[in-house]
């Protein structure tokens, strides 16, 4: 039973564009939600994470939209760099537990 | 401040073995937990202990296990190894002080089943 529902699976983007990667979660215990990027060879590294009770956050070029209704939530990526190119996963931590749920993970690619 | 350290970084071992997989978590950090990064079935938590207790615990079965040292340090083990444990074996500190805090990952433990 996949938990965190996360797409596309790959994405290629020119350089300087907007990379978009969604993801989507059923279980309403989940109030933390953090988005990590892997390079090869690679532990995943923290990029930015947002609480339920907030709509959007942004650091830099990467932003967070969140709609609690929808259960659903996005990692926008604005003006992608070549070095931006990696394995981006979101994740969903549930009430009361350290435990992550992970998405199945986008491939990017940015075209230089 | 070192990050999250993991040994060894490669290992193969054959079906049936047992294999035991360390992990430093960066210093001052009282939790570790550990997850299993496979290409089918991505990223997925196999428990998490503070203060050397199992704190929480995910779906797999009772030959992976681990423990916690008073210096928080951790290991798991994964017993009678079947071709499908082949995988990296990531872990992950954090403080400790809430339950929505950071996971820092080390490089983790790539490990091959023969």
């Known amino acids: 039973q996949q938990q965190v529902k996360q797409s596309p699976q790959s994405l290629i983007v020119q350089k300087g564009g907007i990379s978009i990667i969604n993801c989507a979660y059923e279980?309403?215990?989940?109030?933390?939600f953090p988005w990590y990027q892997q390079f090869p060879g690679k532990g995943p590294a923290l990029l930015i994470a947002?609480?339920?009770?907030?709509s959007e956050k942004k650091e830099g070029r990467f932003t967070i939209s969140f709609n609690k209704s929808a259960k659903q939530f996005s990692l926008h990526i604005m003006d992608s760099q070549p070095g931006d190119s990696a394995t981006y996963f979101c994740a969903a931590n549930e009430q009361g537990a350290q435990k992550l749920v992970f998405g199945q993970g986008t491939r990017l690619t940015i075209n230089p | 401040k070192a990050g999250v350290t993991q040994t060894p970084r490669y290992l193969i071992k054959t079906r049936g073995q047992q294999v035991t997989l360390s992990c430093s978590p960066i210093s001052g950090h009282r939790s570790v937990s550990w997850y299993q990064q496979t290409p089918g079935q991505g990223l997925q938590f196999l428990f998490e202990?503070?203060?050397?207790?199992?704190?929480n615990k995910g779906n797999f079965p009772g030959r992976f296990s681990g423990r916690q040292f008073s210096n928080s340090r951790s290991e798991m083990n994964v017993s009678t190894l079947e071709l499908g444990d082949s995988a990296l074996y990531l872990c992950?500190?954090?403080?400790?002080?809430?339950?929505?805090?950071?996971?820092?990952f080390g490089p983790g433990t790539r490990l091959l089943v023969l």
């Open positions: 202990y503070f203060s050397e207790t199992q704190r």
């Open positions: 279980n309403t215990a989940f109030d933390y």
């Open positions: 947002i609480r339920p009770d907030v």
């Open positions: 992950a500190s954090s403080s400790g002080a809430s339950l929505q805090e950071t996971q820092y």
